[in-house]
Structures are given as C-alpha cells and as structure tokens.
C-alpha cells in the first residue's frame, strides 16, 4: 500500500490514521464484541456513533444551530432529484448555474420534476471559468438557486459564493466539502456524497437551513421528504452505519490536524505545487482552468498531444501513481488534491512531471 501514490478523484484516499484507527476499532467496537456493522442502529453503542459524527461535523466546520445536519443514502446524485422534489413547486421555476458536468446533471434531474431555468453557465468556454453570477437580483418566482462548489471533472471551484438575496442558495460540495470554511450567511443547504474529503461512500452529508426545511414540500412519500429525515434524526429508516462511523473518523482526524483551517491551508500548498510545475512548463502542460478559477482539489491539464498523454499516464502507473487520467468524458490528467493526499505524495508527483518534461519536452 506504501508504494502507491493515490490520486484516485473520488472514492479517493482515506487518511492512512483513519484506516488504521478503523482497522483496530471497527471489527469490534470499544471491545463489544460486535463490528460497528452488526450492530443495532437503535442501539446506544450506535447512537453514540451517529451523534458523536454530527457533532464533529457541526463542530469543524461551524455550523450554526439554525441548521439540521442529516446523513442520507443515494449519492449526490439523489440529492439532485430531491431537492427538486422538496423545494420546487409549481408556479417557480430553479435556477442552476452550470459550471460542468456534475451541475448539468443536477439540472437534468430538476428538469424531470419542474421548470428550470439557468442563471449563468460556462459551457460556451468548456468549463474552463466560474461565471460572474449575480443571486441578488433573482425574480421572485425563483425556488432556489443550485451551484456546483468544486467541478471535479473540469477542475474549477468558486473560490468565494456570490452573495444572495432571499432566494435559498443550495450547494453541491461533493469534491471539496472540509477542505475550505463555509460561509453559511449566504448559504441555505450545502450536501456532499462522503466518498472524496469525509470517508467512504455509502453516506450522503446534507446540512440544511431549517427555514428551508420547513417550506419543503409535504406532501412526498417519506422516504424522499427531508423533513421526515430531520425529525428522526437520520434514523428514519436503517443509515449507512459503517459509512457514518469512517466519517466520524475522518472529522476526528480533521480536528487533530488542525481543522478545517489547516486541510485549507494544505490544500492551498499542495495544489500551488502543481500548479507551479504547470506554470513553469513553458506550455508543456497546459490547465484546462482559467488560473481564476483553479481548483485546489481537482487539478486538470494537458500534454502537447494525446501520444505524449498517453505516455505520461503510462510512466505514471509504472511508477505507482494512481488516478492520473482525466475523466472519460474529458480525456487529458487530472490530479485529485484530497485532504488526505499527503504532501509527501504530492512532492514525489511534483517531481515525477518535472522529470517528464525534461524526458520529452
Ligand atoms: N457532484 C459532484 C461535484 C461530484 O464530483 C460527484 C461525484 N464525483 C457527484 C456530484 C455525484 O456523486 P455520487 O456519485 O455520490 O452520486
């Protein structure tokens, strides 16, 4: 496991402290006996799982008590059918701002269950820029406003949210959630699936305003209201109970670092990294993003010509790097810059591209 360098853009590394701590607690948990994953969740021992999970979370990233914090199943991916089916009504339309493929999907979605509309978008550029987008100026039959935080795929990130007006502003942080402080005075809801920055897959962080939560709509089957999720607390029904304990793990982790603060700051210095090799290349590798809108998690370039990609992906994996190649969808290298890529890793690519330049620029 050492030898491998894990750039993977989600499920993506755990940090090494976590797996181990896993590895000595998980299979019998406080020495009950019992795997955290044969246990009742109606159970105490449980319970103290969840909770303690939430509480973590509530803690590092300050969340305020006007905020319920719930853990669901599906993915991103359902939130993008659920918050349509929560928050958008007949007479409104939703708002997306399209800043890659994840928030094109999150419109898909809506669009399948009411009107939508898209306030700004950066498709006509490939994506390679977050648009200037003004949410003070919505009409009022705007339900809610959807951005994408960190566009896995293209490798942009809103650096800073736009102010709102009264409109509820949702945000899809899926690939950069506990890397970066969240600013909740402009926020409304904020979700993430946990498989990139907060544990494995399984479990689906979504942390909601409760004025929000209170004008969803009331009349869904249960299993898809957010409010019946709130009101049991996320024990509605049976929750991804391995997932939930590795999360509260991971955000343990978080706050022995440092916290949020520290992941931000090490974000910041592993992806400059990177970036410098890129800039310094004299064109060798070229971002896919606009520098404005970098990404510190996912960072996308190219090489003069798919041969020399290709070659480069190769060397790569000869090498133990893991996770280099862009998305199917988009082609070229990606580097996925998680909280729990060490900076070590990140030097020893650093130095790996530079080599690669030299060998055949
Ligand atoms: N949004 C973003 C920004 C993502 O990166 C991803 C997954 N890579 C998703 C949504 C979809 O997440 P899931 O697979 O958990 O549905």
């Given at each position: ?18 797996l181990?701590?896993a ?7 406080e ?19 969840h ?9 590092i ?28 009504s007949e ?5 997306y ?9 999150a ?7 009411g ?40 490798g ?7 102010d709102?007006?009264k409109?509820?502003v ?18 409304d ?10 544990g ?5 962080l ?7 939560l ?11 209201s ?9 024990l ?41 090799v ?25 090489l003069?010509?798919?041969e ?12 133990g790097f ?22 070590e ?14 060998q055949?620029?």
């Amino acid at each position: 496991m050492s030898n491998v360098y894990n750039f993977n853009p989600g499920p993506s590394p755990i940090p090494a402290e976590v797996l181990t701590k896993a590895k000595a607690n998980m299979f019998n948990y406080e020495q009950s006996g019992m795997a955290v994953m044969e246990m009742s969740h109606r159970s105490p021992l449980y319970e103290g799982i969840h909770f303690r999970a939430m509480d973590q979370l509530k803690d590092i990233l300050q969340i305020p008590d006007e905020f319920d914090i719930l853990f669901l199943q599906g993915g991103a991916s359902l939130q993008f059918a659920m918050i349509a089916l929560n928050f958008l009504s007949e007479q409104k339309k939703a708002g997306y701002v399209l800043t890659g493929s994840w928030s094109e999907k999150a419109l898909k979605e809506a669009s399948a269950i009411g009107e939508t509309t898209i306030i700004a978008s950066s498709k006509d550029n490939q994506y390679r820029h977050i648009p200037q987008t003004d949410l003070t100026n919505l009409p009022n039959d705007t339900a809610y406003v959807h951005l994408t935080s960190n566009n896995t795929i293209y490798g942009t990130q809103w650096s800073q949210f736009p102010d709102r007006s009264k409109i509820p502003v949702i945000i899809d942080m899926s690939s950069d959630i506990l890397s970066r402080t969240i600013p909740w005075e402009n926020i409304d809801m904020v979700y993430a699936g946990a498989q990139k920055n907060a544990g494995m897959s399984g479990v689906t962080l979504v942390i909601m305003r409760k004025t929000l939560l209170e004008s969803a709509n009331n009349t869904l089957p249960p299993s898809l209201s957010y409010k019946q999720h709130a009101d049991k607390q996320s024990l509605y029904n049976t929750p991804p109970t391995g997932a939930i304990y590795i999360t509260g793990l991971v955000t343990e982790w978080i706050t022995q670092q440092g916290g949020i603060e520290e992941m931000a700051r090490q974000a910041e210095k592993k992806a400059q990294m990177i970036y410098d090799v890129i800039d310094n290349s004299n064109r060798f590798y070229t971002g896919h993003a606009e520098p404005a809108s970098r990404s510190l998690m996912n960072i996308t370039f190219r090489l003069p010509n798919e041969e020399l990609e290709k070659k480069f992906l190769t060397e790569a994996k000869e090498k133990g790097f893991i996770g280099l190649n862009g998305h199917r969808s988009v082609g070229g290298c990606r580097v996925s810059n998680y909280n729990a890529v060490p900076v070590e890793h990140v030097i020893v690519l650093k130095e790996f591209m530079e080599h690669f330049m030299e060998q055949n620029g």
